[in-house]
């Protein structure tokens, strides 16, 4: 059974009975292509599960390959997603590619925040082909006021 209550702030909680677990909505990156950067399946305060299916668009060459860059990407966006923050940005990252990944694979990826400091989110990422790590990486955060386009970085010559 689920409940939606008005909170305090004039935003909606949905809450799952069934397991007894706040269902969390997605408050980040709502316009990414999920078809190159994953799909949420398991979403929480704080946790994220992102299934990625490698497609024919991701060939890194004739074998099978899949570029790397897709798989930083859905790692990446597992990451922002656990901290679902709307103007969460990726200052630094340190991974570690455990595993070649070809077409048509499944990769489950799981993000975990593991340390808040302020605006500041370390998040820990792993992705799995089955029960194969293929990816590992940790993920530096910061949440802005605004977006981090609409920042003014430097002040402009008068």
């Known amino acids: 059974m689920r ?4 909170s305090e702030e004039d935003e909606f909680e949905i809450h ?3 397991s007894d677990k706040e269902v969390v909505l997605l408050n980040t990156h709502d316009q990414i292509n999920q078809a190159l950067s994953g799909e949420i399946i398991v979403m929480e305060a704080g946790y994220v599960e992102v ?3 490698t497609l024919p668009e991701m060939l890194a060459d004739n074998i099978g390959l899949v570029h790397g860059g897709f798989i930083f990407s859905a790692a990446d ?3 922002m997603a656990a901290v679902n923050e709307p103007n969460v940005v990726l200052v630094a990252s340190d991974c570690q590619f455990l595993s070649p990944v070809k077409i048509r694979d499944e990769v489950l990826f799981k993000a975990k925040v593991r ?3 302020g605006k500041k989110r370390n998040v820990h990422v792993e992705g799995y082909v089955y029960d194969i790590k293929v990816f590992e990486g940790e993920f530096k955060t910061v949440i802005t006021e605004k977006h981090v386009l ?3 970085l430097l002040e402009e010559e008068k």
């Open 3 to 6: 409940l939606i209550q008005e």
């Open 51 to 53: 299934l990625l299916t």
């Open 16 to 18: 799952d009975y069934k």
């Open 115 to 117: 340390h808040k400091e």
């Open 150 to 152: 609409r920042l003014h």
């Open 77 to 79: 966006y597992a990451a």
